[in-house]
């Protein structure tokens, strides 16, 4: 039975409308879970082993909701298009080198290290087509102890030749990984990866909907990210009145737990059909800004009560820190106030946070805050070297490391309760 307390200045999200602030306190944790926050340790948490972090701040594990483990040697190159061609003159040439083991083991074992560098201790991430390179990526996130869902991706149309799977494969192969990987680990997960409406025919998306029915796996995709994209799925899709109801066809809309990246130029019927089946929206500001797609309207979605969280998107977009994520977040709201809608208040920086931990970690359970019962996943942030002033109170010290920190102020990574060393 693992028993843990960690002493220092706890700051987490419970709601996203403030911080809520511990200074000096004992965060105490017993098999992976959080018992709860003591100003003073009584009783049998006397005797648990206590780790000093006196002075530094302790805050949840960071969520990235969706990003592109082999798209990671692009990252900060080619974003001088637009999605579509973005995709097919730089994203389809790197991802079609993933049948090679070799290449695929070194990318993975770099973008795993930097996930746990940069204070990632739970990610959504899209693999390739390959399913030997897929399995090696699950493995390495198993061997890091770290938690993700990782999902082969789904393509048999509209992309490049060597990426093109015949229908009947891509559904074989997705099937090998679930069984293989739904009891393998607790922290690793598979999830059924369509790309997006454009690349999977119809016979492609129902066999994956069976498939996430049948096995009770999640699923992901891209939704509504780019205006010639939208049009795109009009045209393949004159039987469905909206983009997002393509997916629901299929069963791939919140059937099993579902999130869906972008989700900028939807119908308000669309929104209503996320709010009512439950699918999470994974915002992507950075991205969004890159590749010229547009400002989600998040505040729309936070009125609606739509799940929300954050996604680096690499390679669309260029940082894998998700502190840089939450900035991008909240300046993207502040542009669409004022050029778009002033009716849509800009997120705060404690809504930000909220998105970036607990708002995404609810895709994978209890997961993002530090209330009792939750996953004890943390972060120990030394925060002394940021900016002059060092009579800040911890709402402040927060703020201050949500926009000057980096991964250089994370110094322990802990994962259910235990630390996590460097990945290999
Ligand atoms: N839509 C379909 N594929 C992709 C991808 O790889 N990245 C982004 N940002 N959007 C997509
Ligand atoms: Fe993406």
């Given at each position: 039975m693992s028993k843990i307390v960690l002493k220092g200045d706890i700051v987490f999200t419970s709601s996203k409308d403030r911080f809520e602030t511990y200074e000096d306190s004992y965060l105490v944790g017993k098999n992976g879970k959080i018992v709860g926050i003591f100003k003073e340790l009584e009783g049998e948490y006397k005797d648990y082993p206590l780790v000093d972090y006196t002075g530094k701040l302790i805050i949840p594990g960071f969520v990235d909701l969706h990003l592109h483990a082999p798209q990671y040697p692009n990252q900060g190159l080619g974003l001088d298009k637009e999605l579509l061609p973005w995709l097919n003159t730089y994203t389809f040439p790197e991802e079609a080198k993933y049948g090679d083991l070799e290449y695929a083991e070194k990318v993975y074992r770099r973008f795993i290290k930097d996930l746990w560098r940069h204070g990632t201790t739970s990610a959504v991430v899209f693999s390739s087509v390959h399913k030997e390179s897929t399995k090696l990526l699950m493995d390495l996130f198993i061997e890091s102890n770290l938690r993700a869902y990782v999902g082969k991706v789904n393509m048999d149309r509209n992309t490049s030749p060597e990426l093109t799977e015949s229908t009947e494969r891509s559904l074989l192969d997705t099937e090998e990984i679930i069984i293989e990987y739904r009891k393998k680990s607790p922290l690793v997960k598979p999830i059924i990866t369509p790309r997006f409406v454009p690349t999977c025919s119809s016979e492609l998306m129902e066999g994956l909907g069976r498939l996430a029915v049948k096995y009770g796996v999640p699923v992901q995709s891209h939704l509504s990210e780019n205006k010639n994209e939208v049009e795109w799925v009009r045209e393949l899709h004159p039987e469905c009145k909206n983009y997002a109801s393509v997916y629901n066809k299929y069963n791939l809309f919140g059937q099993t737990k579902t999130i869906m990246a972008h989700c900028i130029h939807n119908t308000d019927e669309e929104l209503d059909l996320m709010k009512n089946n439950r699918v999470f929206a994974a915002h992507c500001p950075h991205s969004n800004y890159n590749l010229s797609s547009g400002i989600m309207p998040i505040r729309k979605f936070v009125e609606r009560k739509i799940p929300i969280g954050l996604g680096s998107d690499i390679s669309g977009g260029h940082s894998i820190s998700m502190t840089s994520v939450m900035v991008a977040a909240i300046q993207a709201s502040k542009m669409y106030w004022l050029?778009?809608?002033?009716?849509?208040k800009p997120l705060t920086s404690s809504e930000a946070f909220f998105f970036g931990t607990k708002g995404g970690g609810s895709f994978f359970g209890k997961v993002g805050s530090f209330e009792a019962d939750y996953v004890l996943d943390a972060l120990v942030i030394d925060d002394s070297d940021l900016g002059y002033n060092n009579g800040l109170n911890l709402e402040e010290r927060i703020q201050r490391y949500i926009y000057n920190g980096d991964d250089r102020n994370i110094i322990d990574v802990y994962v259910e309760g235990r630390r996590v060393e460097e990945p290999k």
């Open positions: 050029y778009n809608n002033k009716e849509y």
